[in-house]
């Protein structure tokens, strides 16, 4: 978990797992559009998007999936908030735009986009969840503006017997349960503890850290809590597996730090042949054109760069090089 930022890590962590989004979605989105969604067809993707500047934009969770009895695809993407941000809407508008262009940049049709913010702060959410509402002018001028809705989850409206309801998956009800009680004193928590008792060994340890990490919660307190929820023998089987999950993580942050570190170099690797090759060309022709640009741009294997890049000092002139068969 990411200690920086433990709301948005454990809610990435919680909704990494297909099957924990769909029992989400069936649980909390309106049911008129829940009966909508052929869920057996929901998979999580990359929420990394790049516009054609080569910005990156993220959302912290995105889905597709298909209407139910139709070939038609959506998207749904999450936007997580634990505080109040008036430009929410602002940052899934620009997040679709991306989404759309890239669409457009592949030749594949533009897929419908349902926008949810998952929001669990202090008080209630009580910013629009209408892009229009952004505005205010009058009724003339508003069927003119660029409109959406969200679909907003809100743990403030929310009861713990609602949630508790509603879902049918109990480490969900569990990591909920959590997310909307963390900003309150820890002994209002003992409810939590009591339902994550009954969790599983990993989903037990994904609730309890994120709860240690983002209350800062002192090792004789944590125990007097765990005794309360589940009894003598509780504080010394958490300790243990605490420490067992520790272990394990760092081992797991390990790897993945190496992994990343691969990937961000093999990808600043591309990255910076595309800008030697399109230097190259200007300083070479003195001009360049939009066209390959836009073509260096799009490339992320790097052997055909270097071609390219050979292309460019063999070349003549500019004609001769946009008219050269390394672009197939």
């Known amino acids: 978990m990411d200690i920086k930022r433990p ?33 057996e067809s929901l ?20 889905v597709e999936c298909r209407l139910s009895g139709s070939e038609s695809e959506i998207y749904i993407v999450f936007e997580h908030k634990s505080y109040p941000d ?19 940049r592949n030749r594949e049709p533009l897929r419908p986009i349902i926008p949810v913010v998952f929001y669990h702060g202090r008080r209630r959410f009580d910013l629009p969840t209408r ?28 009861t713990d017997e ?16 959590a997310m909307k009680n963390i900003f309150k004193d820890i002994k209002s928590l003992k409810p939590v503890f009591k339902r994550i008792m009954q969790l599983d060994r990993e989903h037990f340890l994904m609730v309890l850290e994120y709860v240690i990490v983002t209350k800062d919660i002192k090792e004789e307190e944590l125990e007097e809590i765990l005794k309360d929820a589940g009894g003598e023998i509780m504080p010394s089987l958490a300790q243990r597996w605490l420490e067992q999950g520790k272990q394990q993580g760092i081992q797991q942050g390990i790897q993945q730090g190496i992994q990343q570190g691969i990937q961000q170099g093999i990808q600043q690797g591309i990255q910076d042949m595309r800008e030697m090759v399109l230097d190259a060309i200007e300083t070479k022709f ?21 071609v390219i890049h050979r292309a460019v000092l063999k070349a003549e002139d500019l004609d001769q090089l946009e008219k050269s068969s390394v672009w197939k």
């Open 43 to 62: 998979k999580v993707i990359d929420t990394e998007k790049t516009d054609r500047k080569y910005r990156k934009f993220y959302l912290d969770l995105s």
């Open 286 to 306: 003195g001009k360049l054109s939009a066209r390959i640009r836009k073509q260096v741009l799009e490339i992320s294997d790097k052997d055909k760069l270097k």
């Open 86 to 104: 008036r430009l929410t809407l602002i940052q899934i508008l620009n997040y679709c735009s991306v989404v759309w262009e890239s669409s457009i």
């Open 131 to 158: 892009f229009l509402d952004y505005f205010d002018v009058d009724e003339v001028i508003k069927k003119y503006l660029v409109d959406f809705s969200i679909v907003l989850f809100d743990t403030n409206r929310l």
């Open 162 to 177: 609602d949630i508790l309801k509603a879902c049918g998956n109990f480490y969900l009800a569990a990591s909920l349960l």
């Open 7 to 39: 709301h948005d890590s454990f809610f990435k962590q919680l909704m990494s797992d297909p099957e924990t989004v769909r029992d989400f979605l069936r649980s909390f989105l309106p049911g008129a559009l829940s009966e909508k969604i052929d869920y």
